[in-house]
């Protein structure tokens, strides 16, 4: 494997996780998972004054300590794969800080960027709004499922961040993988194929179907 450190990314609900676990056990790679724990969240989804600051400097910070982890732990010695990207940080920013908190927080940013390995590759999981929405809707109904979960408004307008994000995204290769008919559940040829895709990749953004028979 040419990449080294492979991130895989998309919205709340694209199944970047189990990917990530996937791909990490069909490539033998060390796979780093997002802290989710965030005792800011359910203040943010009630809407409390002050507690989207709050909820996104604890988000950004964790995110911090893990990647300086990730650092200073000898990334280079084998494949490694995270489920998120440092700088998604500033997707979730941008949507829930007014303009005010927006200052304080980039000053931060841009202090703790520096520290975070940039990754080799970035998968982007892009998925249409409808099917994000339907697998997040089968995904309450799993009585294991986690209760705090932002509502269909605020998933939509994650949605179109993300596209805008990484349309225009140029700091390392980046696959666009389609997902309407490719999820956590895809079968094993329908993984092989997208390895190969990963294996193939050259400088720039690529665009990629999944197989899915």
């Given amino acids: 494997m040419a990449f080294r450190y492979i991130a895989i990314e998309g919205p709340i609900g694209a199944g970047k996780t189990a990917l990530a676990e996937r791909l990490g056990a069909r490539l033998d790679a060390t796979v780093v998972l997002e802290e989710s724990d965030n005792p800011f969240l359910a203040d943010f989804y009630a809407d409390r004054p002050g507690a989207a600051l709050q909820a996104q400097l604890f988000f950004l910070l964790s995110r911090h300590r893990q990647q300086t982890a990730l650092r200073q732990a000898d990334l280079f010695s084998q494949t490694t794969i995270s489920d998120y990207v440092f700088d998604k940080d500033r997707i979730f920013a941008y949507l829930n ?34 099917v994000l929405l339907r697998r997040v809707h089968t995904a309450r109904r799993d009585p294991d499922a986690v209760a705090l979960q932002p509502d269909d408004d605020y998933l939509k307008e994650l949605n ?35 390895v190969k895709q990963i294996r193939a990749m050259g400088p720039g953004t690529q665009y990629y179907v999944p197989r899915t028979r």
């Fill in 160 to 194: 179109e961040a993300y596209h805008h994000f990484f349309f225009h995204y140029t700091a390392t290769p980046l696959l666009v993988v389609e997902t309407s008919q490719f999820d956590s559940d895809a079968s094993d040829e329908a993984l092989d194929d997208l």
């Fill in 97 to 130: 800080l007014d303009d005010n908190e927006l200052f304080i927080y980039q000053r931060l940013f841009e202090l703790l960027a520096r520290d975070a390995p940039p990754p080799d590759l970035v998968v982007y999981l892009q998925t249409p709004t409808d």
